[in-house]
């Protein structure tokens, strides 16, 4: 019954907001104040829901989630997480470093403020983030801190699970947010990488001034280059979305055949584990195509798609939660959230409320920024014709054929040879001792017998880094690298963990067919 009074209440409800269902916007959009800020409050809703829907599967499911696999919801399951393992919503304060610089140095805050605060800041981080903390922590700043040269993670999932409060603060405003996305998502990203967010920010931006699911997902990737990988994924999925618009198995099944591999991710090669941006994006849109507006079918299908499977329907339920508005979220997802709404996340002193009053006072001051206006009960949004970013790709050239597991100290190991044109070591110490928190390990890497570049690898702390060295753009052919642990010391080891090779283009398969 809860389902049948929504589809009714829906359409009058978008009316009387301001949303439109034709497949275009109008160049002004004008709602009330308070409509306003129950979309934002949708927004930061629909994350919060989502990723707490999605967490018990988080990266267990290389395949889809059986439809028949009961997914838990109840009054208490938010509180549980916010008590027993915050760092679930990661999603969320990363978020909120954003926004809270926005808030305290204004919207022309400088990049270093944003990778200061994310680099500085207590909370564990992985895959792009925890490279890019490393990277800055020793000097490299953005936009090099992103770059696939210094990150090999660089077109992982993580900018697009971070970068909802550039849509949010930009309601109806699609480049607008997608300017905001730009230095601050090359602290951790680039090209694929950094798309996952432009995508997932221009969404958010849309999700305000239209309620029409399949014209934002076409019209948001209008600010993708044609030329990338990222959107020739998305056209694809939006295009057997049409073909196939009764089961969304078909979609995901087509979307990995042809875009379900991982190029730079050390841990994502020739595993069943893909934390790229590419494949996890169409894990959203998948979810709100095939949602078709309905709030549990949306996030139920982008959590069963599997991989990131808590951040993937913490962005298809935030966009939705935008459309839909606070008001608009059936209670029976949204009660667990009155439990938490002024308790801050773990890592923060900002709670869901006042995450979203500050999204609301940035709003605010973006709106006028665009050209629109704001009076005491209203606002009226100039909103734009979305427009492509600059074109990027990480790893041209570069190909990840063989991966080699190693094991030792750089002494034991030795001479590595490999044919091909670049290669990444992977590394951790043994044991992880904290009596010696301030070492760093300081090894020179020679390359054909001449030092290619010396790096300082912290054995302890939120400094440290899951790669020892990333070395690229050598010519095609064999190549010798050694490891020359320069301050080695009895107390911990260096381990080199993997070698991941990369040649011109993927390796052949020579089987014999018989």
């Known amino acids: ?138 000097g490299i700043m953005p936009p090099q801190s992103g770059h696939w040269h210094n990150n090999v993670h660089s077109d992982d999932i993580d900018f697009q699970i971070e970068a909802d409060y550039a849509g949010i603060m930009a309601p109806g405003m699609v480049n607008s947010a997608t300017g905001y996305t730009d230095e601050i998502g090359h602290i951790m990203n680039y090209g694929d990488g950094w798309y996952g967010g432009v ?22 990737l209008k600010t993708i280059p044609p030329q990338s990988r990222y959107y020739r994924c998305m056209a694809d999925v939006i295009r057997w979305w049409e073909q196939y618009p009764e089961d969304w198995h078909i979609t995901w099944a087509l979307a990995n055949e042809y875009y379900g591999y991982d190029i730079g991710c050390s841990g994502g090669f020739n595993a069943a584990f893909n934390i790229d941006a590419v494949i996890n994006s169409a894990y959203i849109i998948i979810g709100l195509l095939y949602g078709n507006g309905n709030f549990y079918r949306t996030i139920d299908i982008s959590t069963r798609c599997g991989q990131d499977s808590d951040c993937n329907p913490a962005s298809a339920g935030g966009i939705l939660g935008t459309i839909l508005g606070y008001s608009g979220i059936p209670e029976y997802w949204k009660a667990p959230l009155y439990k938490v709404e002024d308790v801050p996340f773990k890592y923060t002193d900002i709670s869901f409320n006042r995450a979203c009053q500050m999204s609301y006072n940035q709003a605010l001051q973006v709106i006028r920024l665009g050209g629109g206006s704001v009076d005491d009960s209203s606002v009226t949004i100039k909103t734009q014709e979305p427009e492509a970013v600059r074109l990027e790709q990480g790893f041209e050239g570069h190909w990840p ?114």
């Open 199 to 220: 995508y997932v920010a221009a969404m958010y931006a849309l999700a305000f001034v239209s309620d029409d699911i399949p014209f934002i997902v076409k019209e948001a």
């Open 1 to 138: 019954m809860r389902r049948t009074l929504n589809s009714l209440l829906l359409p009058l409800l978008l009316l009387a907001v301001g949303c439109t269902r034709t497949a275009s916007v109008p160049k002004e959009v004008t709602m009330e104040k308070d409509v306003l800020m129950d979309k934002i409050r949708g927004a930061w809703a629909g994350q919060v829901i989502g990723c707490t829907y999605g967490g018990p599967t988080e990266f267990k499911y290389a395949n889809f989630i059986s439809d028949e696999q009961v997914l838990d919801w109840n009054d208490d399951i938010i509180k549980w997480w916010y008590d027993h393992s915050p760092g679930l919503y990661d999603d969320i304060y990363m978020d909120l470093t954003f926004v809270e610089v926005f808030e305290r140095e204004g919207l022309e805050a400088p990049v270093e403020s944003f990778a200061k605060a994310f680099a500085h800041a207590e909370y564990p981080l992985w895959h792009a983030n925890l490279q890019a903390r490393y990277n800055i922590l020793q």
């Open 401 to 514: 054929i063989a991966k080699q597991g190693i094991g030792k100290t750089p002494s034991q190991m030795g001479e590595f040879t490999f044919e091909g044109k670049g290669v990444v070591f992977t590394c951790r110490f043994a044991p992880d001792r904290k009596e010696i928190p301030d070492y760093q390990a300081q090894v020179d890497v020679l390359v054909d017998g001449k030092l290619y570049k010396s790096v300082r690898l912290p054995a302890y702390g939120n400094g440290k880094s899951t790669e020892l060295c990333c070395i690229w753009d050598l010519p095609q052919g064999t190549h010798r690298v050694s490891l020359n642990w320069t301050n080695e010391t009895k107390e911990i080891d260096l381990i080199v963990g993997s070698a991941i090779v990369f040649a011109d283009k993927p390796a052949p398969v020579t089987h014999i067919d018989q």
